[in-house]
């Protein structure tokens, strides 16, 4: 055995996290790292937050788990209050979002089933998509290097461009059911779907009787400063995935979708075991007290605008280094003049930890509770990296 007894999938970096207070990382031997990367957007309220801790604690000491045979009281209190705060009727809960992914793309499919047309059961999808690691989920974001020596690509995906509408509009064929699209996309470099964009998909998906389907597993639950990023373009989906910060760190997704979308999904037809249980309920229910409560968004954005205008005045300091911020709330991008693993290495050598993207991106996600002061001490780290990088670059040259 070579190493570890873990599958060599994941390149680590060689650190070790002990415990974790809001913002910060506490590693095994006392550093602490100012977190930027919560977990790729789970942590969404930070590390240890007390409203979470008890909410777990409290339902770990009464019941863990029933399976979905029967009644669990919260799961359906959470559905109601998503379904109250979206363009939603429906939920099901998920462990994750590629099963959130999951869920949704067999919902569209059901849906024109229950209509009489099992031939429609194709979903277009757009370059640079992510949407999980299943084989249907790999097939659906369409990259090369995830499908690579899996076997033939699970059928029923047709990738276009980026926000190419009219090529979107021509791959329709009498067989596709759905359009896929992430309004603000994370692994593929944080880039935002245009408002006129979204609002075309949604006009062609009326025209053609399509169901449109939105992945907001990295975007949704506040971190652009709305519940859900597509509020922001004033378009509602048929089907929604969401993930990540719903759990804030406990394992869970969802599928929302209106009653017409659901029609499909009567009794037997879908499943899990694990999805909705007593524990993730309670995590999703404590989630949604703090980010539904008066005021938490407004912050949120405010935070989000301070973050945006201190990282541009960084990328004018360091051009060679930082090209341009992109993205919106707290989802933003420095996109990198200098190879973003090399720029997210300075960082962490700074101790502030951050996660490359695509496009030469890399990717800020505090948690939605940082502090303005933590916002501070951020630039102040990101800077300190930008000027040792761009430092060593000169020395090499
Ligand atoms: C992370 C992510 C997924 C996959 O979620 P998993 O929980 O890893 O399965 C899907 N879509 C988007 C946009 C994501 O960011």
Known sequence: MSGSALYETFARVPLTFDRGEGVWLITDKGERYLDFAAGIAVNSLGHSHPHLVAALTEQAAKLWHVSNLYEIPDQSRLAERLAEASFADKVFFTNSGAEALECAIKTARRYHYANGHPERFRTITFEGAFHGRTLATIAAGGQQKYLEGYGPKVDGFDQVPFDDIDAAEKAITA??????????????GIRSMPVQSLKRLRQLCDKHGLLLIFDEVQCGIGR???LFAHEWAGVAPDLMAIAKGIGGGFPMGACLATDEAAKGMTAGVHGTTF???PLAMAVGNAVLDVVLAEGFLEDVQRKALLMKQGLAAIADEFPEIIEGIRGSGLMLGLKCAAPNAKVNTALRNHKLLAVPAGDNVIRLLPPLTVTDAEIQEGFTRIRAGAKSLAEALTAAK
């Open 224 to 226: 652009t400063g709305k």
């Open 275 to 277: 999805g909705g249980n």
């Open 175 to 188: 067989e596709t059911a759905a359009i896929l699209v992430e309004p603000l996309q994370g692994e593929g």
